[in-house]
């Protein structure tokens, strides 16, 4: 990769960044902080005076990951004068886009320009690079470290012993596990990729990897932290039980995306033609890739093994706890680079242009569907803030129903005298709702949100809870929920309250607040 190729990687992002608000794109940095953005990074940086009580307050735990992320939006808080939603959000941006950088350089080691593009606009146009670029937790970062620590696997490729290459694979094998503790997973799929392509010479491949070594004690280094919030999680994990739907969903995700389906196709397609492709420019491309070359390349073998992620998460569903989450897997999105890049670099000066255009397109579609998300998220709070801010004049207690609408709705706002309260439910008083068998999983949901309430109380003192005994006895409050966001069989604001406090006179406001006055 040549100055001139970074610089025009460098200013190709800038402009697209630059052109996204004229697309309504400024929503995707200012949206509400969601749940997770604020109780698990902001909350954790902002109740910290150093990094010490950062890594403390992980500990705590504050969050069920390293503390690395923690420690970037610390510092990065302290530059910028604080932790709001664009600095939070511009931080995964810049770590996304250095991931692609980085994901560029390796494919240009062996091949053109084109290919190489090809392979890195595949990536960018995943659905969930594009969301996790806009996002304030550690899957930007992940994405980063696991493109940079490929990438290091390829520096001074031509020598057998290389003091940069170790400090680089070192470096970027420790950041891996202390962003995400599935970090550990990746990094081991690569290195035995780095390895197995060395066939017989496997004594070279260990000596290639060793440096990763540090990644794996560094692992063991916080593996206390591991265990505690492990320990803490108890009864309170959200991941549904492994199912066959669940595997689906990842290999649609994963494995059969449009741009995996296209390098499969120009790749079938050339061997049915038998006819060797004509070699590429000597001013844009090292040499004219091969499979087998690819097969031989650590560096690319590493970000092909990412593949496997997706299988990963299934031995980890069947044998340590569900972890079915598509955002899980998310560094298996570069797996595609090689095979698209190999796809592109077998096909034609013409087909190579059609393609690149067909990615291009698909990266503004699917930029285009992220603000669409990102904007109907913004404007769901924005009514529900409004809501917020019309019943808090009255004085009286604003009762919410789920931890997602009362952290974006009112977190920022946290203080021992604000009317938010949680409605903590009983036990008891779930069963009486709830009391059919096949009503299980209605009930787990409930009580897993009434669960990480009262934890987030302890921990950060919000939110403040409200327990069912309180309000019965309360005089006047009000009910802040979307009909959507209730519990099945009581998807009605003036049901659900009836049912929780029959001595209240229930009346609706409007379509978010209802209003509770006791009459017995």
Request: with cysteine; net charge positive; glycine share 6%.
């Amino acid at each position: 990769m040549t100055r001139r190729e970074l610089l025009v990687f460098v200013v190709v992002c800038a402009i697209a960044i630059a052109l996204l608000p004229l697309f309504g794109g400024g929503v995707l940095w200012t949206r509400p902080l969601w749940f997770d953005e604020l109780c698990c990074t902001v909350f954790v940086v902002k109740d910290s005076s150093s990094p010490f009580d950062v890594i403390a307050n992980v500990y705590r735990p504050g969050d069920y990951a390293p503390p690395l992320l923690h420690l970037i939006v610390w510092f990065v808080g302290r530059l910028t004068g604080g932790v709001t939603p664009v600095v939070l959000r511009s931080i995964s941006l810049v770590c996304v886009s250095l991931g692609l950088l980085f994901l560029y350089a390796t494919l240009r080691r062996r091949f053109g320009r084109a290919p190489s593009a090809a392979g890195t606009l595949a990536v960018a146009s995943h659905s969930l690079v594009l969301a996790h670029a806009f996002e304030g937790r550690f899957y930007g970062p992940w994405l980063l470290f696991a493109a940079a620590f490929a990438w290091s696997l390829g520096v001074d490729g031509d020598r057998a012993r290389s003091r940069r290459r170790d400090i680089a694979i070192a470096i970027s094998s420790i950041l891996i596990p202390t962003i995400h503790w599935f970090g550990v997973f990746s990094l081991g799929l690569m290195c035995a990729a780095a390895v197995a392509v060395r066939g017989r010479r496997w004594r070279e491949g260990l000596r290639l990897v060793a440096p990763s070594a540090a990644g794996f004690i560094a692992l063991l280094v916080c593996a206390p932290m591991a265990i505690v919030q492990r320990a803490s999680s108890t009864g309170m994990l959200w991941v549904k039980e492994l199912s066959g739907q669940q595997v689906m969903e990842m290999a649609w995700l994963f494995w059969l995306p449009p741009p995996m389906v296209l390098a499969v196709v120009l790749l079938l397609a050339q061997s049915l033609r038998d006819v060797p492709p004509a070699a590429p420019a000597a001013t844009s491309s090292p040499s004219h890739p091969h499979p087998l070359t690819l097969l031989r390349s650590p560096d690319l073998a590493a970000l092909t093994s990412l593949a496997l992620m997706p299988v990963v998460l299934v031995v980890l569903s069947v044998v340590l706890q569900p972890s079915m989450v598509p955002r899980y897997g998310i560094v298996a999105a570069l797996a595609w680079a090689p095979l698209v890049a190999l796809a592109v670099a077998s096909v034609g000066r013409v087909a190579r242009v059609a393609v690149l255009a067909l990615l291009v397109t698909m990266l503004c579609l699917g930029a285009q569907r992220t603000i669409a998300e990102k904007q109907e998220f913004a404007d769901l709070f924005a009514v529900l803030r409004t809501a917020y801010e019309q019943a808090k004049v009255a004085r009286v207690p604003i009762v919410f129903t789920s931890m997602h609408i009362i952290y974006p709705t009112a977190g920022l706002q946290r203080s021992d005298s604000m009317p938010a309260r949680y409605l903590d439910l009983p036990d008891s008083t779930i069963a009486a709702l709830f009391p059919e068998p096949g009503m299980e999983p209605i009930r787990k949901k409930i009580r897993l949100d009434r669960d990480q309430a009262r934890g987030h109380a302890r921990t950060y003192r919000f939110p403040i809870l409200a327990t069912q005994a309180q309000l019965d006895t309360t005089r006047r409050f009000f009910l802040l929920a979307t009909d959507v966001s209730l519990p099945g069989g009581y998807k009605d604001a003036t049901l659900y309250g009836r049912a929780l406090f029959p001595k209240h006179h229930v009346r609706r406001v409007n379509e978010l607040l209802s209003i509770f006055e006791r009459t017995k």
